[in-house]
């Protein structure tokens, strides 16, 4: 295991283990593994959460509009959007990624090549799986969503 790319990402119901990608998305790992050591993401909401598509959570303000106030820069991939594929949410712009993220529940290929893979769940992906859902007809705005309990770089944990 690489340490220094892996995110421990605890949930209330356990924790999740993400291999991160600086090979695909250099400048988004290493932004996300700021914020993590920050503590940005503790506390923060999985805001919406759609059943068979995906849970999106890294907003501090827990509307979908909040971050951490710095935008970066596409890094488009080839990579496929598959089951445990954790990637940038962002605005209309392509450069518009901040803070927020999303992991897959399932394949979406209509995403591929549009937005930036950072990171893959290499396990606890049963505890993805079971944040608090919303409601379709909301567009998956989750009310008293889960929250990220803690995330950590796997290299600043000792187990």
């Known amino acids: 295991m690489d340490a220094e790319n892996t995110l421990y990402m605890d949930l209330k119901d356990g924790r999740v283990v993400i291999v991160m990608r600086p090979d695909l998305a250099p400048a988004h790992v290493a932004r996300i593994k700021e914020l993590t050591r920050d503590g940005f993401y503790d506390g923060t909401p999985f805001h919406r959460v759609i059943p068979g598509f995906m849970a999106q959570g890294g907003d501090p303000t827990g509307t979908g509009m909040g971050g951490s106030g710095q935008d970066l820069k596409a890094e ?9 594929t954790c990637s940038m949410a962002r605005a209309s712009s392509p450069d518009s990624a901040d803070s927020q993220f999303f992991i897959m529940f399932e394949p979406s290929s209509h995403l591929d090549g549009k937005y930036t893979i950072w990171g893959q769940v290499e396990s606890g ?19 008293e969503p889960d929250v990220i309990v803690a995330m950590r770089v796997a290299a600043d944990v000792e187990e």
Not at 76 to 84: A, I, L, Q, T, Y
Not at 125 to 143: C, L, P, Q, W
């Open 125 to 143: 992906m049963e505890f993805v799986d079971s944040i608090k859902k919303g409601a379709s007809s909301r567009n998956g705005i989750v009310e």
């Open 76 to 84: 488009f991939s080839k990579e496929k959007h598959v089951r445990g």
